[in-house]
């Protein structure tokens, strides 16, 4: 696996300390001059090492505790951490001696970002929708012309395998550019069994082409597709088919993990969203829910009686709702670029999320066409300034209760001994200016189970 997925860069080489160099230098020696061990990676020099480590998942007063180390390292050995504290107890350890080293220089190091609610695979942006939302037209209007999921679906029908997976390649170069390692990824543009098995199948194909790791969730149910709207009785057909026919295939291909369902006015009814995902969980793949995004229709509710992993969006739930979920194992995912995008004023309840106990966690929710974005830290920004969330809240929900969403807190999601060296530097001087610095882009490296997949060039 190539230590670098942006294409432009070179692997890092050593100098003459050892030292991991985020860009070619003239004063590098050559890899025959070096005594250090290759497969161990001290990393040190942090102004401030946020370790995300305690209490999993993190709900209440504890989504602020991100467990910073000032003046930090931390040490990896396979891709994996082997010991994290501070600068003087880390580099004191006789392993560190012979690692290879990379001085951070007095920035910012953090877990790698965790977005758990993406759309990957698509084939084109929706750009004409974009100038269509700016004149007044709502959501719902343009998905009655025929706009909205279904444009997706027929432009993605249409497209190549080649191009669909270029499209993607694209797009995690850039994701991990602002510090993302690991991401869930949904189907869902397709809404047939050649074009579901087609996303799911690529998902497949990526996972083992890039180093980021990719999760994988059937969404089928995104909406009723055109061609059974017509249909007397589609919307029971389209049931039908994906709970006796797709449902049954991912879960014999192993596709995915998980099952998601759009429960909402203009997709499906929570009497239909309980059918898929009875019928997902009979097979092995565990509920995820889009729950009261436009309307509220109790899906937070099912979601929590099901033992859903998560329900996301949450913009029209209620005090019950948020109740039930405080109670819950279910994690609030909450995407605040889709509000963003589509200019609306109502952004899910963080704050009375949070206070309640339920677990909160933030996502792109990366699509062609609510919320466009592959920028974790613009996401921390809207959690900000939109729903008043501290900076330490907003890094916490985008870690290490975006790992706890997807099953994976065990190994990813904070820096700990024993979890996968998945990381992001920040050439900031406080993790604060993370969010403050909206729409700009201060990550200087990321690094994949101890290897660098972005770093930014030299200037």
């Given at each position: ?20 160099l985020p ?9 025959g ?9 001290l ?17 209440g ?15 990896t ?13 880390i580099?004191s ?7 290879e ?12 970002f965790?977005d ?6 698509h ?33 993605l ?13 694209s ?26 098995l ?7 194909e990526?996972s ?21 709207r017509?249909?007397r009785?589609?919307a ?6 994906l ?14 993990e998980?099952?998601?369902v ?39 509710r ?34 605040p670029g ?12 963080a ?6 106990g ?6 792109t929710d990366?699509n062609p ?16 300034m939109?729903?008043?969330m ?9 870690t ?9 807190d ?6 700990e ?9 920040f ?15 201060k ?12 770093q930014?060039?030299?200037?």
């Amino acid at each position: 696996m190539p230590l670098c997925i942006t294409g432009r860069l070179r692997p890092p080489r050593l100098c003459e300390r050892h030292s991991l160099l985020p860009a070619p230098a003239k004063a590098c020696a050559t890899l025959g001059h070096n005594t250090g061990d290759l497969s161990s990676l001290l990393i040190t020099g942090a102004l401030q090492l946020l370790t995300l480590r305690g209490r999993v998942p993190r709900r209440g007063k504890f989504l602020s505790d991100i467990g910073i180390i000032r003046d930090g390292a931390l040490l990896t050995r396979d891709g994996v951490i082997a010991a994290v504290g501070t600068r003087s107890e880390i580099e004191s350890l006789p392993e560190s001696c012979s690692a290879e080293k990379l001085d951070v220089g007095g920035r910012v190091v953090l877990p790698g970002f965790v977005d758990s609610h993406t759309h990957l695979i698509h084939a084109v942006s929706r750009a004409e929708e974009y100038e269509l939302k700016i004149r007044g037209a709502s959501y719902e209007e343009i998905a009655r012309k025929g706009g909205g999921i279904l444009n997706s679906v027929k432009k993605l029908r249409a497209a190549t395998v080649e191009s669909l997976k270029k499209r993607a390649h694209s797009a995690l170069r850039e994701f991990a550019e602002y510090g993302t390692t690991t991401l869930e990824v949904k189907s869902g543009y397709g809404l047939n069994v050649a074009s579901e098995l087609k996303i799911l199948r690529l998902h497949k194909e990526l996972s083992a082409e890039q180093p980021l790791d990719i999760v994988s969730t059937f969404l089928g149910a995104h909406v009723v597709p055109a061609e059974f709207r017509s249909k007397r009785g589609g919307a029971e057909q389209y049931v039908s088919l994906l709970t006796d026919k797709l449902i049954p295939e991912v879960a014999a291909e192993q596709l995915a993990e998980f099952c998601d369902v759009f429960c909402d006015r203009g997709a499906f009814s929570r009497r239909e969203s309980n059918q898929i995902l009875q019928a997902g969980r009979k097979k092995g793949l565990v509920p995820r829910m889009h729950a009261e995004q436009l309307t509220r229709t109790g899906a937070t509710r099912l979601g929590v009686k099901l033992g859903a992993a998560s329900c996301d969006h949450l913009e029209q739930v209620t005090k019950t709702d948020i109740q039930a979920l405080a109670r819950s194992k279910t994690v609030a995912t909450l995407l605040p670029g889709c509000d963003f995008h589509l200019g609306l004023r109502k952004y899910a309840p963080a704050r009375a999320l949070i206070d309640a106990g339920a677990i909160v966690a933030l996502a792109t929710d990366y699509n062609p066409g609510t919320s466009p974005t592959v920028s974790m830290p613009m996401i921390l920004s809207l959690a900000c300034m939109q729903l008043r969330m501290s900076p330490a809240e907003a890094i916490a929900a985008a870690t290490i209760n975006a790992a706890y969403s997807l099953l994976r807190d065990h190994k990813i999601g904070s820096l700990e001994a024993g979890k996968q060296a998945d990381i992001a530097i920040f050439d900031v001087d406080d993790y604060r200016e993370i969010p403050y610095y909206f729409g700009v882009n201060k990550c200087w490296m990321t690094l994949k189970k101890g290897q660098p997949v972005f770093q930014k060039a030299h200037t």
